[in-house]
């Protein structure tokens, strides 16, 4: 709920912990994050700066276990900030969802001793920025063609294929990869930026996340060690599903955070803002639509703390993380829209960030799996049940 | 679909408007957006087709048709084009209409015949900063000396402003009164102390000119007064009134074009192996969307008839205005979850028609003020 100082008190129980690293995060993204999202919107380019700043703070080893030089803590944690980043700017958040989030819980849980050590720490002191495509479908066709290819030759494995939509691809040092084998066995890859045969081939010009660039990712018979398969060999798919689950999760906390954000700025406008002789809070339209807007807020936070729980004690939550994240998505997009319309003819204006926000809501939608991706994991486990 | 209405006029017009916008204006339509400029090349074209005088008769420079063909006009070009869509209903449906319905006959042979002809672009400057939904409230101020006006104030989200030779915008002669004291002008540009302000960068519509409109110490002759004096105010609700109908349909015509990108999207690309037209939720989707567009056609060109009928259509307008809108933006999203993520990628059109689609439901009275006025005419004020 949004209280008259203009927080936003959260519905998860929190330790003492927790809301310290919140009120850490929320001080640095007010000081640090509202011009630069404007700014690197207008022009894009990467910030190295902020990203820096981040990697002192320690947000990138915060999921990070202490014996690899993070921070130790949990996921809620990581949602906290991740949340909190996004309120001000979401590329951010969805950076640090994948470079906190996804490539080190994937190696924390699945990569072998020497690759933890020879990763996690980089990554937690922003030395090595790492990335995965936010979106990139297995098979090219139905004939089950992979979209990237493996095979083994000696002590290496060569991969060939692509991958679009990759986040930060030109900055980016280390991918997150999976491909296929001559059986048909999936592995996943640890690949480094700027080998031999990896090239960026493409940026996208896209509606919004213009500053990290999505790229075009193309590996021509890349020659990768054995030593940088993730883990000790075949991975079943339930791998890659529990890793994008924590990414989802995250990325949940991304539409929460823009929505957030949103509702703020309308209930702020709409007690300033007079027409016909009145402020506009003053409607029963408007107070009825920002009401609409909270309760969508809450829901977004109800499911998402649900399904961090049930994540974060090792129960499935397959269906319940792919609802959270969907109908964050949803109701972010639906909230942000609502919120221009809130500030009327000053909404549709770049002056102000509410059309930004609309256009970062909307991003949040794809990553890590379309509206029906998510029906389509909601209806396979309902219908197993 | 085919109102009875319709004559063959009216359908060869559609055809010729939609072979202009498929042909020529679909192509432009990125680059357009890219340039974020207004097009005069393109404005010149439209202007020579007669195109920015469709409902004026052809002795005031206009094509002589009705206001079905305009409004059929306005669906195709914003099926492909935003931009150029509300550059013609904003010249001609809050400019050109306005002089024809409410203008003296020097002021119609002056002003209309030069902008239904196209020699002459015009703009409607009513919203100010502290008069966007309140209209009423506006701080424009006209005060009269001998036999001229004097305008000092600020006008703000005027289409076509910065480009514009002719301008009807409102002014207060009687602060008191409020909106009875609320008359309406026509301004020219040079005339001294009036001059275009600062372009707004918009979400959507990039390549449509929106300005301000800065009056200092302007002076224009008593005969630029549109209307009688203290009638300004039922001047521009009218004007409105006419205006809600090209939004409207602007809406519609996006939501349109739209649901075309989606069909074409669909019928390419197949998910898991399945084209993705043979699934049921992509039925549903576009079954829905066609339905809930079909709905908002209907009440628009009945609002068309009734402006031809000339009979009162505040309550049919308002709620054109307000369906069509609502459903342009709803059909625009939907058609973005069946792209999925290519959709986000400014080389699908379809990210595009939803940033202009949007403005539909904030532009000439937000949905909540079509609410107000679809209401008051139902309970009585």
Redesign the interface.
């Known amino acids: 709920m949004i209280t008259q100082k203009g927080e936003m008190s959260m519905d998860f129980k929190l330790s003492e912990d927790q809301k310290l690293i919140r009120d850490m995060v929320r001080e640095f993204a007010q000081k640090e994050l509202p011009d630069l999202a404007a700014q690197i919107d207008e022009k894009p380019g990467f910030p190295h700066q902020i990203i820096s700043k981040m990697a002192q703070l320690g947000l990138f080893g915060l999921f990070i276990p202490e014996a690899f030089s993070g921070g130790g803590m949990d996921l809620l944690s990581l949602i906290l900030t991740v949340e909190e980043l996004s309120k001000h700017c979401s590329s951010i958040g969805i950076f640090t969802a994948l470079q906190a989030g996804v490539i080190p819980y994937a190696i924390t849980r699945y990569g072998t001793q020497k690759q933890k050590e020879n990763y996690l720490p980089r990554i937690a002191a922003g030395k090595l920025l790492a990335s995965i495509s936010?979106?990139e479908p297995l098979f090219l066709?139905?004939?089950?063609t992979p979209v990237l290819t493996c095979r083994l030759e000696g002590e290496n494995y060569i991969l060939n294929g692509f991958n679009r939509?990759v986040l930060a691809a030109e900055e980016a040092n280390l991918f997150l990869l999976i491909a296929q084998d001559e059986k048909q066995q999936w592995k996943l890859f640890l690949v480094e930026n700027g080998i031999p045969g990896l090239k960026i081939t493409g940026i996208?010009?896209?509606?919004?996340?213009r500053d990290l660039k999505l790229g075009q990712m193309v590996l021509d018979n890349c020659i990768i060690p054995a030593g940088n398969l993730l883990g000790k060999g075949d991975i079943q798919l339930e791998i890659r599903a529990d890793i994008f689950e924590t990414g989802k999760l995250l990325i949940a906390a991304v539409s929460l955070g823009i929505a957030e954000m949103a509702l703020l700025k309308a209930r702020d406008y709409s007690l300033e803002r007079?027409?016909?002789?009145t402020v506009?809070a003053d409607?029963e339209?408007?107070r009825w639509m920002m009401a609409t807007m909270q309760s969508k807020v809450t829901q977004i936070r109800a499911l998402l703390a649900h399904a961090v729980n049930l994540k974060t004690a090792g129960e499935p939550a397959a269906s319940e993380i792919a609802i959270a994240k969907m109908v964050a998505a949803e109701s972010a997009?639906e909230i942000t829209?609502d919120a221009?319309?809130v500030y009327?003819?000053y909404?549709?204006?770049?002056?102000f960030p509410l059309?930004r926000y609309?256009?970062e809501a909307?991003?949040t939608?794809?990553i890590l799996g379309?509206?029906?991706q998510q029906?389509n994991i909601i209806a396979n486990k309902l219908i197993q049940k | 679909m085919q109102f009875k209405e319709f004559s063959k006029e009216h359908l060869e017009f559609q055809e010729e408007v939609r072979d202009f916008a498929q042909n020529t204006l679909k192509p432009m339509a990125e680059d357009l957006e890219r340039k974020s400029e207004f097009a005069m090349d393109l404005i010149m074209e439209i202007g020579k087709k007669g195109w920015m005088g469709i409902p004026i008769p052809q002795k005031y420079g206009g094509m002589g048709k009705d206001n079905i063909s305009y409004i059929l006009a306005l669906e195709e070009l914003a099926k492909v084009c935003g931009a150029t869509a509300i550059f013609v209903a904003a010249h001609c449906s809050l400019c050109a209409c306005p002089i024809y319905y409410d203008g003296t006959e020097e002021q119609k042979m002056k002003y209309l015949v030069p902008l239904a002809s196209g020699k002459k672009i015009g703009s409607f400057g009513l919203?100010e900063p502290?008069?966007?939904?309140?209209a009423?409230?506006t701080e424009t101020m006209a005060v009269k000396e001998g036999n001229q006006w004097i305008i000092n104030g600020q006008k703000?989200?005027i289409t076509n402003g910065s480009y514009a030779d002719v301008i009807v915008f409102t002014a207060q002669t009687n602060k008191e009164l409020r909106h009875h004291g609320i008359n309406s002008f026509i301004v020219e540009k040079g005339t001294p102390g009036f001059s275009p302000g600062n372009k707004?960068?918009?979400?959507?519509l990039r390549s449509s000119n929106t300005a301000e409109l800065l009056f200092d110490d302007c002076r224009i002759p008593d005969e630029n007064m549109l209307g009688k004096e203290g009638e300004g105010f039922k001047v521009f609700m009218r004007t409105l009134d006419d205006g809600r109908i090209s939004i409207g349909v602007l809406g519609l015509g996006l939501g349109e074009g739209a649901l075309e990108e989606g069909i074409k999207f669909a019928k390419e690309n197949?998910?898991?192996?399945?084209p993705l037209i043979k699934y049921q939720?992509v039925e549903k989707l576009f079954a829905d969307t066609a339905t809930e567009l079909e709905a908002a056609r209907h009440l628009i060109y009945h609002a068309a008839y009734l402006k031809d009928a000339r009979v009162k259509l505040s309550r049919e307008s308002a709620m054109a205005k307000l369906y069509a809108s609502e459903a342009g933006?709803k059909a625009c999203?939907k058609m973005?979850?069946l792209i999925?993520?290519d959709?986000?990628?400014?080389?699908f059109p379809i990210?595009r028609l939803l940033?202009d689609a949007?403005?539909m439901?904030?532009?000439e009275g937000?949905?909540?003020v079509q609410?107000i006025v679809i209401s008051r005419e139902l309970v009585g004020r």
Do not use: P, V
């Open positions: 936010l979106n066709n139905q004939d089950k939509l996208e010009n896209s509606m919004s996340l007079k027409q016909f002789e506009i409607f339209g408007m997009i829209l221009i319309q009327g003819g909404g549709y204006m770049k002056d059309e609309f256009r909307k991003a939608e794809f379309t509206r029906s029906l | 919203s502290n008069a966007g939904s309140d009423g409230g703000r989200w707004e960068d918009k979400m959507g197949e998910r898991g192996g399945k939720w933006t999203r973005m979850d999925g993520k959709a986000l990628n400014r080389l990210q940033r949007k403005l439901e904030i532009g937000t949905s909540e609410r």
